[in-house]
């Protein structure tokens, strides 16, 4: 039986099991012994409380949850220590457990949940020795199957955590497999040593968006002539000119029982072989270069598949059959993954602008119609998936002709990682969807010019870091850059100083810690002319966040000269300065029906410089006589004002600092008021 809801708004009640009301109690006891002064004078309780939630490890918002965020805690709940992929066998290296560590890293980086990433890293360190060899991983087999897992080792890769270096040299030898990869004449890769001369669809998923995002990061540009060739070949031997849909596989030997022998194609249509290819190419796009040649051709391809998905959609269900263009014929039904990795690339899609926005009805109509015929609440408060296929392939032992009878007669599992991955892919599109119109058409730029602070890449070359939207260690914005993002605005960075020009099309200006002398040789300091091309960029409308840092980290006096042209002067006392993780040493309260940070009760900011604040100018969080937060309207814009870069990725990924800490939450808070929504 399956749950009913509205596509448009894919939230509904949560489970609340007695462990979620002993958490809220928890949290509430916790608050009140911090403001009671009993209890103050009692640290052990205190600290009892304390640990007792990081113990729980439970998100503040489990009541109300998302459906990714739900089905990531009930995948979790059965997966306690390890991914079993096949049931009954040792967990092992395989490309299932890699479809649901990307999963879990999209719900990490949408709820800032740091217990998602701890899962992730939990689990690759079963696998990955100091030495970056990979335990169960069998290099000579060469199987593209092999290669997923390796998307959570690149974001592992990273991140700030000691030991880093062994998730790369892990990546290194995935990507020494493709390169080495068995290759058609044409230049395709073999899916398998094992399955000489044949491309099949799932291999353009199971590598290419890591091979992309691989090249991205380890300046391997040739290589994405190669990424493009794999998606041409497809094209040019599988897809059907009067379906416009994909054949499974292809086999360029044409030697194959199931291959057509004058065109080598296998002889049907399957659902999840076409997602497959569907969310290769969403994927790769992220990651390849948007001067690169090839890359209008990838978009076309998308452009050309999508129609095909719409037509094949059923018109009562909303979903998709497990042979797409059979749904009439006797035995076929309703399935689960490919119709999760079509709602999944239509959305995104979408939302990148590769496919006209009347392509989302189809994804809500998609999607609703998953809710209902797939998806299953428990006795125990988590929910299942249902009618996912467990496999499809082409030959091996025993041998699978391709037949509409073979694709029929695989198992249908529920709950089955094939399934599961793409509903939380889809699940986190739609999610994104309901609020993507937010900052629709606006530019969020950060400064790169007065805060121009450098280190060494993962390629040892020099590159610019620290609040900037590409830094995904704790030092950077890219979470906060995420959060924009899916509200619909658009990142730019400011590498010169500002000008009319440069700021034309900007709505959201961020300026952070200006450079001191002892970081940078030569500094940029706030200039007169600066200030008054930003002051006159936001009195016609432009928002300007300033944050400063305390005195010892900030070039203080001439960033004080902009604050002061809208009330606002940085003093020269800091606070909150934590000792190691006395986290409580950083706590701020957030008051409620504050103008800014409407959902956001607590956060942590350390070692900030406090404010003076006079009109224009508002302060809008204070402590203890100090002022911590203004904001001011001045002509047509706002400008808001803090003593600290305190929204960066240390302090909104939800890895180091207390989940009773929302910074998350406030990240989100300041990126909608800064865009405008009401």
Known sequence: MGLLSIAETPEIEAPTTL??????????????????????????TKKLFFYLLLALN????????????????SFMSRHKDSIAVKEGKPAGWDYEQGLMLKALEKVWYRTGDGKYFEYIRHDLDRYIQKDGSIRTYKYDEFNLDNIPTGRALLMLAQQSQPDKEKYQKAADLLWKQIENQPKTNDGGYWHKKRYPFQMWLDGLFMCEPFAAEYSKIFNKPEHFNDIAKQFALIEKYAVDAKTGLVYHGYDESKEQKWADKKTGLSPHFWSRAIGWYAMALVDVLDYFPENHPERANLIKYLQRLAPALIKYQDPKSGVWYQMIALGTRKGN????????????????????????????????????????????KEADGTISLNKTVSVGGLG??????????????????????????????????????????????????????????FRKDLNGNQESFHYTWDDRMHSGFW???????????????????????NLKDVNVYIIVDPDTKKETAKPNFVQKSDIKVISDWVKTGGTLIMMANDTANCEIPHFNELAKAF???????????????????????????NPVFKNTKL???????????????????????????????????????????????????????????????????????ALGVK
Request: glycine letters at 10%; a positive charge; one cysteine or more.
């Open 19 to 44: 462990s979620h009301q002993f958490f809220k109690i928890l949290c509430k006891l916790y608050l009140y012994s911090t403001k009671n002064s009993k209890f103050q004078s009692n640290m052990n």
């Open 58 to 73: 439970l998100p503040l918002g489990v009541w109300g949850q998302t459906y990714s965020v739900w089905m990531a805690e």
């Open 333 to 376: 039904y309703l399935e689960a993954s490919g119709s999760a990795m079509f709602v999944y690339t239509l959305a995104k899609g979408v939302r990148k602008g590769y496919l006209p926005a009347t392509y989302l009805a189809a994804a809500k109509k998609g999607y609703a119609g998953m809710l209902k015929e797939f998806v299953e």
């Open 396 to 453: 091996g032992t025993p041998y699978r002709d391709g037949s509409y009878e073979y694709y029929l007669s695989e198992p249908i599992r529920k709950n089955d990682l094939k399934g599961l991955g793409p509903f939380i892919f889809a699940s986190v599109e739609m999610e994104i969807a309901a609020e993507n119109s937010l900052g629709k058409g606006k530019t969020v730029a950060v400064d790169n010019y007065f805060n121009n602070e």
């Open 479 to 501: 979470v906060w850059g995420q959060i924009f993002q899916e509200l619909g605005a658009k990142l730019k960075t400011i590498s010169a100083a500002p000008t009319a020009a």
């Open 567 to 593: 009330g606002v002067e940085f003093t020269n006392k800091s606070r909150n300065m934590v000792q190691g993780t006395k986290w409580e040493q950083g706590r701020v309260d957030i008051p409620a029906g």
């Open 603 to 673: 956060v942590y900011i350390k070692e900030l410089v406090t404010l003076n604040v006079h009109a224009p100018a508002k302060t809008i969080v204070s402590e203890g006589g100090d002022n911590i937060i203004a904001t001011a309207k001045v002509g047509k814009g706002s400008v808001f004002i803090v003593g600290d870069p305190w929204l960066y990725n240390e302090y909104t990924d939800g890895r180091r600092i207390p989940i009773i800490y929302e910074n998350f939450s406030a990240a989100k808070d300041l990126a909608k008021w």
